[in-house]
């Protein structure tokens, strides 16, 4: 790995793990889909790899698996697919870069200690994840290749146990596999975009919880900051929030140090819905590096951040 790269992976995975713990990321699936879906269980279910009690961590690969670095992160909704859900389990496991789930040779017989890719995730207090592992490889499946793919469970005391996949826009499998060439499979088959120190894609997911419990005025009616979009993006996002009242307004981008980038915005405002957009510059108009930033919101007593890719 390049020395950028691991400078890059080294500032995601910081964001990643604030991330999963203080902010919403990307709603971007769901914005491609025309209803509000719940995510499926996937046709091929369980599978024979899995096994439980794998450590609670957000890296699941080391630095030296190799692999192309896959850093994933999303938001877990209930099933208005606007609620984020805290708390919610994922217990994630997935093959190795030439499609094999465990450290010993024998990659077919993982036992109970043989956590390879193999890690369990909690959602934070905006129902978000993130994760940075290697992207698997393909494997047979009788005679022919399984797309790469992400195994996952997904535990909210509400439902039954998530046993889904995650698959990958333009993997040749996908049409031939039983399990991600079903119309169910459609909302689980992401993109990827390439930056510095590796691929990165978002994965959001919608529990058929309801939303009775769950703080839904907050989504609707009262001041927050939503995600940008797009995200991660390259040259322009756009990044929307909602004011309950008459307020002044600060909107400011800062970076992993804490250093503000940029103040996009700084006035009095009306109540209702606005958006700023941010081009990926500083203060003095040059465009900054590829990687992870934030946005703040300032507006009365109330702060909230997000994370936004650049890349
Ligand atoms: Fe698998």
Redesign the pocket.
């Known amino acids: 790995m390049k020395r950028d790269d691991e400078k890059n992976r080294r500032s995601f995975l910081r964001t990643g793990l604030l991330g999963a713990a203080a902010l919403t990321i990307i709603p971007r699936g769901l914005r491609s889909q025309s209803a509000c879906d719940t995510t499926a269980v996937d046709f091929y279910g369980l599978?024979p790899?899995y096994s439980s009690g794998a450590p609670t961590r957000h890296v699941l690969a080391s630095q030296e698996e190799a692999g192309t670095r896959l850093f994933l992160n999303g938001t877990v909704y209930a099933n208005d697919c606007l609620t984020p859900l805290p708390n919610v389990i994922l217990d994630i496991w997935?093959?190795d870069d030439s499609g094999c789930y465990s450290r010993f040779e024998d990659c077919e017989n993982p036992t109970q200690d043989d956590y390879k890719l193999r890690g369990i995730i909690r959602t934070g207090s905006e129902g978000t994840f993130a994760l940075e592992t290697v992207k698997p490889g393909h494997y047979l499946n009788g005679s022919q290749f399984?797309p790469s793919?992400i195994?996952l469970i997904v535990r909210h005391p509400e439902i039954e146990d998530l046993v889904t996949q995650l698959y990958f826009e333009g993997d040749p499998y996908i049409e031939i596999d039983a399990a991600a060439s079903r119309p169910d499979a459609a909302g689980r088959i992401i993109p990827l975009e390439q930056g510095e120190a590796g691929l990165y894609g978002v994965f959001d997911i919608v529990l058929n919880v309801s939303t009775s419990g769950v703080e839904a005025e907050q989504t609707t009616s009262a001041t927050r900051l939503r995600q940008n979009h797009p995200n991660p993006f390259t040259a322009m996002t756009r990044i929307p929030f909602y004011l309950a009242a008459t307020q002044k307004v600060e909107i400011t981008i800062y970076d992993l140090q804490g250093k503000t980038v940029a103040t996009l915005l700084h006035k009095q405002m009306q109540p209702g819905s606005h958006a700023v957009e941010w081009n990926g510059t500083d203060a003095e108009g040059k465009p900054v590096e590829s990687g992870t930033y934030f946005c703040r919101l300032t507006a009365g007593d109330l702060e909230q951040t997000r994370a936004m890719t650049k890349v």
Do not use: E, T
Request: net charge positive; aromatic share 14%; charged share 15%.
């Open positions: 599978g790899f997935h093959a399984r793919h195994h």
